[in-house]
């Protein structure tokens, strides 16, 4: 458990405004900062930071929580690695916590089976075994980019890396962890990757996370991955960022699988990712914002690659990236194309690759007969879709005239159209934002043993949550006077109790203490909590309020703040009636 003193430390010397500062970009309001959450894709800000309460509360997505918090979401770590990596910045030393230590030895034992594993892997590709080797020369790498990805070959057979890491001293049990062996049916374990090539996944911090295979034969999956591990997430991502990361240009090169990143990277491009086995996602959009202002997609020239590229250009659009198109007309990967003609023939490729909006409206015709009046419909309904999407109004107002000319309409029509569009879905996504909105905040349909519902009472619970953490020295009286076992809950009774604990173990109970123990959903309920709250504190009266309804508790349904006042007053009424 950390101490009250080194958290209050760590909140001082990282400020959450100055931590998501180095990642969005914030703007004033007052004595708060908004910004484009960097947990959803949007337009408009609807993240608020709190300086004062250091925290902050999305109320786009429910995104919440403290600089701790933000972290362990952004960077896909658990609270110890977070707290390491902010203690790091500022520069302050942790003190020793058993239960995160546990944590980050099973991480830490799960880096160090995957360095063990790609060694083993790096060292069976010269082994007798040449089958490997001759795959990446005839893929035209040269031992230097080889040693460089750290590739690999995984024996034909059924336990070889089982055995090897084994005899390291590692378990069982930490390899079915790592991702790198099963449990058969009998009780044994055996390896993953067998008789693949292996293309080790590393990290921004240098780390083996995972690994992708692929075989050399006709058998199926052509490429496996690692499954999710402490380590790995396959969607958050991305493969040769470590190399990327350090690149100096400002464009970052988008490719489809491991062998196109590694080609285009030796032939002196460093700046190219690509995704691990899926389509792009919207967190791996996001990240590759991060290191770059422009994308360039180089995906296959092939159906599959085409609808992938429409995928990629939306995502990359919902976080601001300008993108643009590969067109591969001689080839069907990059990797083939620069085996074909070159790196300088691969460069003027790159510089001469088409805008998205292009690539789009073009892609508006496919499947459909001009010459049909019905087709030329759709075709018009697809490029106001297009058109729609464009954020600016200049390049859209290009791209209206370009598309009036070819359909011979006016474009005032056109325009009309994309602006009728454009309103629709704004009204859309509203709705969809509002349902979500209650969703997230539609009180749980928990029943008491007498058959009361307990909906009305999560409103009641979140304001009492609220004003015991502005005042700490209520929880031991409240703790007293409230059975939380019964009539509440299960979260309530979860964040309860770590106050009251927390009380009786002299700590300050502050969102980052509770962290400690929560998970980042929790966290950011907590946040929605105290984000709701700030416009009207509660008082000493309103919590009392709110210990009485708790204690008797009436079956009425809160739909609004007028609800729960009468709620609330009721509940006074009958209490004091008695």
Partial sequence: MLSDVFLEQLRTVCPIETVMGSYVSLIRRGRTFVCNCPFHSEKTPSCTIYPEQQSFYCYGCGAGGDVITFMRRMENMTFMEAVETLAKRGGLTIPENKEEARRSKVRARTFEINRETANFYYRNLSGSNKTGLSYFAQRRLTPA??????????????????????KKGFSEEELITAGVCHRSKKGGVYDVFRNRVMFPIVDVRGNVIGFGGRVLDDSTPKYLNTSQTPVFDKGRNLFSLNFAKDSSSTVMILAEGYMDVIAINQAGFSNVVATLGTAITPDQARKISQYASEVIIAYDSDGAGQKATQKAIAHFNEVGLNTRILHLSDAKDPDEYIRKFGADRFRLLLEQSGDAIAFQMDRCKFGLELSRESDRGRWLNRLVEVLANVPNPLTRDVYISKAAAEADISPDVLRSQIELYSRREKN???????????????PLQQRTPEGESLQHLERVEETLLGYLLLHPEKITDTAARLDTAQNTTEFFRRVFQLMVQMEQQNRACSLSALGEFLSTEEMARLSQVLAR???????????????????????????SDDDLLRLVAQKKNRCTSE
């Fill in 428 to 442: 859309k996504q509203k709705k969809h934002n509002w349902d979500q909105l209650k969703q997230k905040t539609a």
């Fill in 533 to 559: 709250q700030r416009t009207f504190p509660p008082n000493e009266q309103t919590a009392e309020d709110c210990i009485r309804t708790l204690c008797n508790p009436v079956s009425l349904s809160v739909n």
């Fill in 145 to 166: 980019t080889i040693k460089k990805y750290g590739l690999g070959f995984a024996p034909d057979q059924w336990d070889a890396l089982a055995v090897h890491l084994k």
